[in-house]
């Protein structure tokens, strides 16, 4: 960007700008062929491709809010304000660079996707002088965004994608050039080679070697049909953390958006898996006595997995609705290396638009924060990512699960009214801020000494845990460092009932259905909860436990919370939203 300032401020000439995988099959200045003919025009200051990976269906609609940076033309001949304009991008540039090292301690940020954020605000003035000192924008083909004088209107138009394609695996007959886009390395030149345009040019003749067209497929294009995108409900939720985020849209570029976003993480998407595999021969993360699959595996191993073995007519939206997913093994990368977290965050808020609707599944007990304080705000800063929460930070709780427990069988399982404990639990006593387990301890034994109840708490072996379980009415799962346990969800797959002990607030899924199943409650009200327990009918509680084996297979194993998952997607599940809680962990 700063080398096209440059050229523009000295020469005043227009400047085509083209990144090194960009390459010419033939002269893109030919008459005929899309760029040279805009370019000839005269009536565009900017021109640009199309960021798509893959043909765009019938009746597809430039929507002018985003491409490629990496070929275009930008000319002040017609307007002198592109000079301003690139300068704002250059400034912009600078400025979120030093902005991120002064955060993080490194120059973050690309001046690519920088410009198509300046743009985004000159697209949204209402009016109002904006980036350059325009005041409006005008695609080819639409109605200027605003009223304004030409000299304050910047025009702009996409170039034919047929014929300038950006990394589409089936390039298509008509290319005059292809950019090597969605690729990295060896696998850009496969795709140069493909395209026929690596080896391309004969020392002989000095001229690009006549390869025809026999060997390139014709692009073959697919009408998809129509999918839900109501954001009423996205934004129902988020707005119960961020009142002011305005309306969202789902953007017409949706699979060419998520693309780009899977590109720019890449480099973090398989390290921890690496790492692992290079350590223990294992591709996850190993914790309590369990080494993987978790739920950010799975989350990405049946939908990401979906995606990418779909139906030709299968779109973005079919799958995921409204949002555009974000997929990651955050807590697979914090464990393989911490100090990748950060950049990996950053690159997330670079590219997310703040119009866009994005979802994802994070295991941590401290959400997309993962414990770093140099990222704390990240919430803030991107509050149009809904966190699914199986940690306790997030929009909406859903279940830690590591193994599977299977239902609690004969050997162990007592009719309720056989059982002798009100009361247990069998694991540690830390683990949890402010000694809250070891104050729950006490109060639950103090408690049973006044009501005249037996209850257990102590370590045993997994047969111990499942015998005193068992005999329990109720079975204490008191929040760890998170706001949450695997035990709460241990317990539920036992088919016996929980009582969730918290500091700040309740970490529970479904929470609709969670009073029906469970209790809740904080160190200071377990008192008046065992003795309300005490005094119930054993049949109530065994209604309790019969509703928990009913619901265990659809909203309590792996599949049934990724089912659970697809359906709150779509705007139909028995996961709940919340508020964003006020500190990481409480």
């Known amino acids: 960007m700063f080398m096209v300032l440059t050229i523009m401020r000295i020469s005043g000439f227009g400047v085509v700008f083209t990144d090194a995988d960009n390459m010419f099959r033939g002269d893109p200045f030919a008459q005929g062929v899309h760029l040279g003919d805009l370019i000839r025009s005269g009536k565009y200051d900017y021109i640009y491709q199309e960021e798509l990976s893959k043909a765009p269906d019938k009746g597809h609609v430039v929507p002018g809010d985003g491409g490629n940076t990496g070929f275009f033309y930008a000319t002040p001949r017609n307007n002198k304000k592109m000079i301003s304009l690139f300068a704002d991008v250059v400034a912009e540039v600078d400025r979120q660079r030093e902005d991120a090292f002064r955060r993080y301690g490194e120059r973050l940020g690309a001046d690519q996707p920088i410009f198509w954020q300046v743009m985004q605000k000159l697209r949204s003035t209402g009016g109002k002088v904006g980036p350059g000192n325009f005041k409006c924008v005008q695609l080819c083909g639409n109605r200027a965004t605003c009223d304004a004088s030409e000299e304050d209107t910047m025009k702009y138009c ?51 070697k006549d390869r025809g067209s026999s060997d390139v497929p014709a692009t073959v294009v697919t009408d998809a049909g129509p999918a839900s995108k109501e954001m009423e409900p996205v934004l129902r939720c988020l707005r119960q953390t961020t009142p002011n985020l305005k309306t969202l849209i789902y953007p017409t570029d949706a699979e060419t958006h998520f693309e780009e976003l899977r590109q720019v ?40 997995g979906g995606w990418e073995n779909r139906s030709s007519q299968v779109r973005l939206a079919d799958i995921f609705g409204p ?19 950060v950049p990996k965050r950053c690159d997330i ?77 069998m694991g540690s006593d830390h683990n949890a801020p402010q000694e809250m387990r070891k104050k729950m301890i006490k109060v639950v034994n103090d408690e049973a000494k006044r009501l005249g109840v037996k209850v ?5 072996s997994a047969d111990e845990w499942h015998k005193v379980a068992g005999n329990s009415k109720v079975s204490l799962c008191p929040r ?71 619901l265990r297979s659809s909203h309590f194993t792996d599949e049934g919370l990724l089912d659970q998952i697809s359906l709150f997607m779509k705007g139909g599940s028995d996961l709940r939203c919340q508020k964003v809680p006020a500190t990481m962990n409480g």
């Open 158 to 208: 996409s170039m034919d994608p047929f014929m300038h394609p950006t990394g589409w695996e089936t390039p298509p007959e008509e290319r005059v050039t292809y950019h090597a886009n969605y690729a990295a390395n060896e696998e850009k030149i496969g795709k140069l080679k493909k395209a026929g345009v690596w080896d391309a040019w004969s020392s002989k003749t000095n001229l690009c």
């Open 265 to 304: 993480l890449s480099p973090w998407f398989d390290y921890a898996a690496k790492k692992f595999m290079a350590d223990m021969k294992n591709p996850y993360h190993c914790g309590e006595g369990y080494c993987g699959p978790w739920i950010e595996n799975r989350w990405i191993k049946r939908f990401l």
């Open 480 to 550: 760890g460092y998170g706001r949450t346990a695997f035990h709460l969800f241990e317990i539920l797959q036992l088919g016996l009932i929980p009582v969730h002990v918290y500091l700040d607030i309740p970490w529970v899924p479904y929470a609709d259905l969670y009073s029906s199943i469970g209790f809740s409650t904080d160190v200071q009200g377990l008192p008046a909860l065992m003795k309300q327990i005490n005094d119930m009918d054993p049949k109530d509680l065994e209604r309790m436990e019969d509703k928990i084996r009913s």
């Open 323 to 341: 949002f555009i997913p974000i997929f990651m093994t955050y807590v697979d990368l914090w464990v393989a290396n911490v100090f990748e977290y």
């Open 456 to 460: 257990h708490t102590g370590f045993g």
């Open 349 to 425: 808020s670079m590219i997310a638009r703040p119009n866009v609707a994005y979802i994802t599944v994070v295991q941590h007990d401290t959400g997309l924060v993962s414990s770093r304080e140099k990222i704390i705000k990240i919430m803030k800063e991107i509050p149009n990512v809904l966190v699914l929460s199986a940690g306790g930070y997030g929009h909406v709780p859903i279940p830690l699960f590591k193994q599977p427990e299977d239902l609690l069988g004969k050997r162990f399982f007592k009719e309720m009214s056989q059982r002798s404990l009100l009361t247990s639990y």
